[in-house]
Every structure is written in C-alpha cells, then in structure tokens.
C-alpha cells in the first residue's frame, strides 16, 4: 500500500462494494475488496478511509472492522450529506473510490494486561469495533473489558448481534443506554455517562478509549476521571473537516495538530487544553 | 427496623452519616417492592418518599397528552430514586414506573422533612447528599437536551 | 563552482534572461499589472517595472514613480511565488465513469521550469516553510516537488524596505544567504547602474559563468553590502517574538481577540496574499452526462465558514475564532507542526487588509496585556494548586 500511496496521495483507488449491511435507517456498512475480489491491507483499529462517491466527492469514514467471509474493510456510514447519501445508494458489484488508510489508531498494546474501557456514543461505536475485535481474539490478554455505548433512540442501535456475542461469550460488560426511549423499551435510559458507576473495573489499571460527538466524549472523560482512570490512560478520537488526509490542506487543524495525521487518536492529556478552548 | 441500618450505613448515600442521623433515618426506612409494570408514583401527587433501589430498574416518564409516554432516565440498582420529597412544593415532576420486579428501601420524606425543619444540621445533611443526585440529573437532561448524536441536516 | 561574485552591468541583464531561457527556463518575475507590482511571464529586462516603486502601510498600496531607473527598488507586491509552486487551482485528476465502473486519471506532474527572477529574501523563507509542509513532512506532493525541483531562484537583494516589512524580527531577511541559485544586488551610484551577482547553487555557477560579466572588487562587495544593510535598517514593523508560540497560546481567551474581530471583515486577503498559506480544498464538478468528472484543488482560506464545516455547521463560526485560529496558526502551532514560524515578516497581510489590521500591533497588545504572564508561569500555577 504505501508504495502506490507514494504515487498520488490524492489519487483514489477502486475497490469493489462486496456487500451492503443496513444497520439502521440511515446507517449501512459497506463491504469493500480490492476491485478483483481480493482482500485490502492490514489497517490498524481508529485509522480511517476516504472513500469516493464517482462525480459526487470525498468522506473521512473509519473502519469499522473486516470481514469474516471476503476479508473485505467495513466501513459503517451514517447518511448526512452529499456524498454519504450517494454512497449509501450504491450496491452489491458496483465501485467506488478509497484512499488509505490514514492517521493513529487505539493503543491496544498498552491496554494488554490492563482492564479496558470502551465508552462509544452513537456511530461511535463503529471505529470502536475493530479494536473490540482485536480484544475478542486474544481476550485472556485482558482483565475486565468493559462496553458502554449510548444512543439516541432503541432503534438507532447498532451491531446488536456482536454486542450479545462480546458480552456472552467473551466476558464483556455491555452496557447501553438511550437518550430517550418509549415504553416498549424495558433497558437503560439515561446518558452513557450514567453507566460508568454501574460497571466494575480497576481504575488504577485501565486503559479507556472513548469515540463519540465531542460533547459526549468530553463528559465521558470527566466521569472516567472522576472513577480514577489518569488522563493518561484516555483515549478519545477526534473528527474535523477533512479534504485531504495528509497534512496538505490545513482544514483539520485542531490546535498545533493536524486530525488526519496526528489524529484521530489521541491521548486525552496531550490535547486537554485544545478541547477546552471554544472554537478552536 | 434495626436489620437495615448497617444496609445503609454502607450506602454511599449515608456515607459518613452521624450515627445519631442514621438511626434516625433507619427509623424512617421500610422495605418495599414493586411488580414490573407498577407505578411508584405519578406526576403532581404529593411526594412524600424517597428509595434506594435494592433491585431491579425503574423507569422515569413523562406522558404529555395527545402523545406516548417517553421514558427519560431509568434508575438502577443502588441509585436513589425522588428528590422531590425534600423540595417544595414536595409534588413529583414525573412518573416513576417499576420496569421488571424490584425491591427497594422507602423512606418517610414527610417525616424526615420535618426532622430537617427542627434540625438544621440534619437537613443540610440531606440536602448536600441529595443536590449531587439533582444536579447529575440535570446535567443527563442537559445533554438529552443536546441531542448531541441527532444528524442536523 | 565558483563563488566570487561577478559584476553584471545594467546592459547586460538582458543576457543572463537569454542564458536563462536557452537552459529552458520560463522567466517569471516583476511587473506592472493590475495597478501594483505582480509576478507574470518576463520576456526580457524591459518588462520589469523600471522606475517604479510601491509604498505601503496598513491598508495602503499605492505605486510611485522613483527618482532613477531601478528595476528592482519596490519591496514586494500582493503576488508570491507560491502562485507557481502551490497555484490557486490544479487539476488533480480526471475521471471517466463506464458503467457501474469508472477510471480516474491523475493529472500529469507539471514539468514547465521556471526561473524565479527577484526572489526576495523573505519570499525564500516562504517557499522553504512551504517546502516543509509539501516535501519535508509525512507525505509529499508530487506535483509541489517537481515544480519545486524544476525551479530556478534568482534573488534580488532588498534595497530598500517598506512600513509593513519586519523580516529582520523574523530572521527571514533582508540579505537571502543560501537556498538560491543566483543573488543579485542592483547597485544604482553615480550614474552607473548594475548587478552584484553571487553564485549560490552548481545550476547558478554555470549560468553565471555565460554571461558577460567582471570579477568584484572589493569595493563592489562593500557597496553590495551596504544596499541591504540601509534595508535592514528601513524597517517599517517590528515584531518580538519572543515567547510567542506560548503567549498565544495561552491566550486564547484574550479580549484582544473580540476586538480584532470587530474590525476583521472575513475577506480571507491576508491568506491570499500570504507567501507560506498553503491551505486548500476541493471541488469536483461533472459534466451534465455525469459520465465525465474532474477533481481541482484550489486555495482556501480558514476565514471562510465552510472551512471548519462538520455536521451541519462551523467549529469556527465567529469571525474572533476564525482570526485567531490564522494568527495562532501563524506564529505559534506552525512551530509544533513544522519546527518554524510561519510568518517571514514580509508585511503583505496588513499592506493588503482592507481595515488595516496589523499583526504586530495585535500581538503587541496580547503580550503588554497577557492573561497569562509567562515569565510567572510557574508561580501562577503553584499559586493555584
């Protein structure tokens, strides 16, 4: 990969759509493959794709995991503009544009040996996944692995399946929560904040990766703080304009760092100050 | 009534409490339960109580009229459920209904409140235990508020 | 190589052009266009503004006939060289749909060769700073480095410097000692008129060495001296930067900034003017077929609102973040991403704003008025803790 990257960095590639998962009402995930069928590279759990809509434009969209059966990236896509409305129309065969994938991922290493927390709010959970299926495969490496995941509604909820798997067969505490529910609905209501102090893990050693809109993730630190995991030991990843993806269009800036290759993972510590200034 | 006051002598809630306070507090507790699908209390009647949740969840709902109920937070295990009971006008702001079978301490708020009114060290006890469980509130309302995983358009 | 300068008279620039052009270089250099002194195609000496000069202040451009016939005695113009490195807009590829399938193809590397002819000091820090974001840094733009590559610097040396200028607080200028090919000085005395030239590359040697030209004298190189030392003495701005990366930072809440923002119109000039903005983006557009579609990269600037758009709005949405977001980007996270300033001090952003808004001045009043005394820093927070 990083030799064609060296190419034409703002050249996308064609990879094939695979398969079409629908999630939710306006979330899918598409399966994508080389454009002969083969399996792309290895990519590292919070990186992240461009993908190309042909004649509509470009979208930063983590992966979210890879496929069992084609080895194929996933890539969970909520629809909410231009090109991810023309991305979600498009079907098992047909192809679209990739470049990546881009920037830092979650630390898994330095969570070996350690409990982990992985808080995840809305489509946050996505980028999330592949770090989840990493503790999946090695899951005695790791003491307490805890979910939880907040949403706005039952019905936008995603990966229900694998979230019953982690939590039934691979000691995972899940916990979720929605924003607002009707009775139908007999679990948890409340913020994903809420279910920190319902879950039990070592704050000393822990290590949490939080993914969600910014106002989730910057409540979610104070609460983990708060039950003593360091700032050190938090994760968030962080989302900007993006045009580019590596450093040469300046849109990404998030203080004296660029999202796309210091980002989207970052310490928590190490951009404290940014978080708190407004409109920065 | 003596067999719950080391149950609450270790809640977090009663935490650091004076054994005087306590005991009086324990004199205030009994044990309830609630069926699932039963209403513990319900908007505007007089709130008069307070629980620990011991077991099970229960929903709070506001039901505006014309419209399904919207359950807005469920209190679990171990959380406190009514603050209303120590703020006037003591009416409750929503309803509260036992989601699956659940078992909880009550206690008297009428009756604490009172006790508050008589002795001020006592009710400044209560209240700094209680504003926390508004104020938390307040902020998940204020987040709901935000809607921060809506799609704006 | 040899680097002993050479004398090149007045009557025979036109032959270091001819040299330049035989080694197959396009000329780009000074001249007079759009009311101010611009960068264009150069076919020989008479094309560059002889006579003329520019004067500058905050908001101010006006050009002005000089007293001698200098070709150089301007200081720098709205243009920078970065228009033929990092050009306002560049295809980046073609694509062509064929069926459910399409082929994109990327746009050639640009291969013309230019010769930068007045290159001015600062503008060599510009392109080098540029050079850091587009070759030095985790990933390179191709097309940056061939243009890049391909080009040929022919410094002018400032003779003089205008009220906007304070290259000398950067350390940017005003004499360019390395990074070119050729520096010249013009020297006007005594009715004679004519170039002090210095070799700075192998490329610029073997040029030199074809063009009719003398050994320097001593006195020559002391009069060639003396030309940029009354420019680094003209100094119209200064600006201490000291400490600035912090000071900035640790003030982003610094009421200064509400008060630029009142008289900041969010025109984006400074951006466009300046010689080291490399921000761009995007644009696709498809023919009414939808079969046929192009990709341009094409400058942006961060004081647009679509700049910072996510999720239906913008994270700068007030005209204070967005300023600020430029000036701290500027002169102080430039440094954490790049390991420089990003600003060389040419004076262009406050010469071209249309209010008149002088960076300087606003960090001048941050620092006399900062919230955070920095040389107390740690004090302040022990004091807290």
Known sequence: MESVQRQNVMLPSPYRVHR???????????ELTGKDGAAPSEFIPGQFNMLYAFGIGEVPISISGRSESSGGWLQTIREVGTVTRALHRMKRGGVLGLRGPFGTGWPIEEAQGNDIVFMAGGIGLAPLRPALHVVQSKRDQFGEVVLLYGARTPESLLFEKERELWRAKFGVQVKVTVDAAGREWKRNVGVVTSLVERTSF???HTVAFICGPEVMMRFSVAELKQSGIPED???????????????????????????????????YDRIRRFLAVREI | METLEPILSKHPFFKGLDKAYLELVTGCAKNVRFDAGQFIFRQHEDADVFYIIRQGKVALELSPPGRAPVTLQTINEEEILGWAWLVPPYHWRC?????????????DGK?????????????FELLNRLLPVIGK????TQLQLMDVYGAKK | MTNEPRIIERNALNRLLEVLVQEGYQIVGPTLGEGAIVYGPVQSSEDFPAGWTDEQ???????????????FGYVVGPHSWKKYLHPPERRLWTGQANGTDFELTPEPIESTRFAFFGVRSCELHAIEIQDRVFIHDDHVDEDYKARRENAFVVVVQCGQAGKTCFCVSMNTGPKAESGYDLALTEILDEGRHFFHAVAGSPKGAAILQQ???????????????????????????????????????ENAEHPRWDLVADRCLSCANCTMVCPTCFCSTVEDTTDLTGDHTERWQKWDSCFTMDFSYLHGGSVRASTKSRYRQWLTHKLSSWIDQFGSSGCVGCGRCVTWCPVGIDLTEEVRSIREDKLVPLSSKKEASNGNA
């Open chain 1, 20 to 30: 079409v998962h629908r999630e939710t009402e306006d979330t899918f995930t598409l």
């Open chain 1, 202 to 204: 070592d704050p000393d």
């Open chain 1, 233 to 267: 030991k938090i994760y968030i990843s962080m989302e900007r304009n993006m045009k580019c993806a590596v450093g040469f269009c300046g849109h990404c800036q998030f203080g004296p760092t660029f999202i796309c290759k210091d980002g989207p993972v970052f310490r």
């Open chain 2, 95 to 107: 309803d509260a209904q036992a989601l699956e079978l659940t078992r909880a301490i009550a206690f």
């Open chain 2, 111 to 123: 009756c604490l409140r009172n006790k508050c009114m008589e002795d001020h060290s006592l009710g």
């Open chain 2, 137 to 140: 509130r307040m902020e998940a």
């Open chain 3, 57 to 71: 202040e905050g908001g101010v451009y006006r050009l002005k006939k000089r007293a001698d016939k200098a070709l």
């Open chain 3, 211 to 249: 063009v009719e030209a003398r050994a320097a004298t001593s006195s020559d190189n002391a009069e060639a001296e003396e030309t940029v030392q009354k420019a680094s003495q003209q100094m119209g701005r200064t600006l201490d930067t000291a400490g600035v990366k912090e000071l900035l930072q």
